[in-house]
T-cell receptor
């Protein structure tokens, strides 16, 4: 099986920086995704890491440590529109191909 | 450019009835996934296809659930004898095995309410 843990809720201030952590335990690890999901909408892709290190995309960065089973999503210069659920998803190589398993999501609330 | 589309967007049904959802993936994507999501939870894997072959089905999926992708294009998810616990958002996603990250592109979902 797989365990994916991330905080349930976080609150941050507009303009600040927030880090959302994700830890996982799995065999056949083949990459980690972060998705953003606004209430009532579909998840949308934010970032992907397969090798250790930091991937930066504008205000969003994601870090991976495969040996520690750990990733984080860093959001800079927070805006009100960043209030959403952030989903950590682990890609696992299975007999039939790749499968994504999602964590429960971290609900981020950005306040003035 | 069309993304993943799902139909219907909302379905209200009485317990015991059968329901069917349809998903049309991005045309060049060969993989298609079904997930279920309840409030406050992440998407839960149900099953996935590569072309017309169903490669994996979650052990959580009871025999009342069946999915097909007969021609390797659109897919249907049928739930027979619905129960109140089936109330959820059913998300379809597609991806390509031709390079890239293998990211999933999600549809807007089909929300099921079982009364």
């Amino acid at each position: 099986g797989q365990n994916i843990d991330q905080p349930t809720e976080m609150t941050a201030t507009e303009g600040a920086i927030v880090q959302i952590n994700c830890t996982y335990q799995t065999s056949g690890f083949n990459g980690l995704f972060w998705y953003q999901q606004h209430a009532g909408e579909a998840p949308t892709f934010l970032s992907y890491n397969v090798l250790d290190g930091l991937e930066e995309k504008g205000r969003f960065s994601s870090f991976l440590s495969r040996s520690k089973g750990y990733s984080y999503l860093l959001l800079k210069e927070l805006q009100m529109k960043d209030s959403a659920s952030y989903l950590c998803a682990v890609k696992k190589l299975t007999g039939g191909g790749n499968k994504l398993t999602f964590g429960t999501g971290t609900q981020l609330k950005v306040e003035l | 450019d069309t993304g993943v589309s799902q139909d219907p967007r909302h379905k209200i049904t009485k317990r015991g009835q059968n329901v069917t959802f349809r998903c049309d993936p991005i045309s060049e994507h060969n993989r298609l996934y079904w997930y279920r999501q309840t409030l406050g939870q992440g998407p839960e894997f149900l099953t996935y296809f590569q072309n017309e072959a169903q490669l994996e089905k979650s052990r959580l999926l009871s025999d009342r659930f069946s999915a097909e992708r007969p021609k390797g294009s659109f897919s249907t998810l049928e739930i027979q004898r619905t129960e109140q616990g089936d109330s959820a958002m059913y998300l379809c996603a597609s991806s390509s095995t031709s390079g890239g990250t293998g990211e999933l592109f999600f549809g807007e979902g089909s929300r099921l309410t079982v009364l």
